[in-house]
């Protein structure tokens, strides 16, 4: 059954290949405007964490903010087909402007290893396929629920030399070895950490399981750290690369201070363009508001 799902998925990826961007997007959207009038499990969970991390928004913003939000994503998913299957130089095309990449470069220039964070903010396939044209990185690596499909996403994410290091032991002993050779390793800094792997503190105001890997690395490498998001432009213009230095707190030798820090990193890039962060994704899991558990599913 998984080896037929990955064909499927894999077939629907090379015709969303088949569209422009725009129409793409466009695709994207009616799905994200299904998902605003239906009751899925993806609205629900969109729905709660706006609610929870903009308490200050009216009702009627925070619906606003939720449908916009929902329509994102909707891009974000029929984008997809584009990133993985256009040629390249075709993909790296749609980047209309880069901010911020001398803060990458000062790191380098210290003679430092860096690593990138890349929320689920904006497109962030097109952060790693655009990291790995700057210099040799290492990415740390999920394999996908479909198991069939990890081949494919390996072959996709790696195509320019990309190394996918595995999220095991053996993985983040090889992500402490290329920092410490001045290298640059990518980590997507949002997921709910496994077993001991996590510390909950503030993110948006609600306490947040949070990574505590890339506080340890920073720890033990002396590495520094930038953000960097694909902003999605609109009417299918294309994507802003958008660097951001990590917030200062990042470098606390706490360890708690140290991942707070982590998170207001991760906020600063959703603050200018919140309909892009994918809040669909439960990042309260396990956490209590007024002693009651987050999600109700």
């Known amino acids: 059954m998984d080896a037929f799902k990955a064909k499927l998925v894999i077939w629907a990826l090379k015709l969303l290949a088949c569209l422009s961007l725009k129409s793409a997007q466009r695709l994207g959207a009616l799905i994200g405007r299904m998902l605003w009038w239906g009751d899925s499990r993806t609205t629900r969970v969109t729905i709660e964490n706006i609610q929870l991390c903009y308490p200050n928004l009216s009702q009627e913003e925070q619906q606003a903010l939720t449908k916009k939000s929902l329509i994102e994503t909707g891009k974000l998913f029929s984008e997809f087909g584009v990133v993985w299957e256009w040629p390249t130089e075709k993909t790296l095309g749609l980047i209309r402007s880069v901010e911020g990449k001398e803060y990458l470069d000062a790191i380098f220039e210290k003679g430092k290893g860096a690593i990138v964070l890349a929320p689920h903010h904006g497109n962030w396939e097109m952060v790693g396929l655009y990291l790995s044209t700057l210099r040799p990185m290492a990415a740390l690596y999920k394999p996908p629920k479909i198991k069939a499909l990890e081949e ?146």
């Open 152 to 297: 494919y996403m390996s072959s996709v994410r790696g195509r320019h030399g990309s190394e996918l290091v595995p999220t095991n032991k053996r993985g983040v002993v090889r992500l402490f070895s290329i920092l410490s050779k001045q290298g640059m390793v990518g980590i997507l800094p949002d997921q709910v950490p496994g077993g001991t792997g996590g510390m909950f503190a503030p993110f948006m105001g609600i306490e947040a399981n949070t990574v505590k890997l890339v506080s340890r690395l920073i720890d033990r490498t002396e590495c520094e750290v930038v953000s960097l998001c694909a902003i999605r432009r609109s009417n299918g213009e294309g994507f802003d690369m958008v660097f951001k230095p990590a917030n200062p707190d990042i470098y606390s030798k706490d360890l708690l201070t140290s991942i707070t820090g982590l998170n207001k990193s991760i906020e600063a890039c959703i603050e200018s363009h919140p309909e892009q962060y994918q809040w669909e994704y439960k990042r309260f899991k396990g956490a209590e508001v007024n002693g009651k558990k987050v999600y109700k599913s």
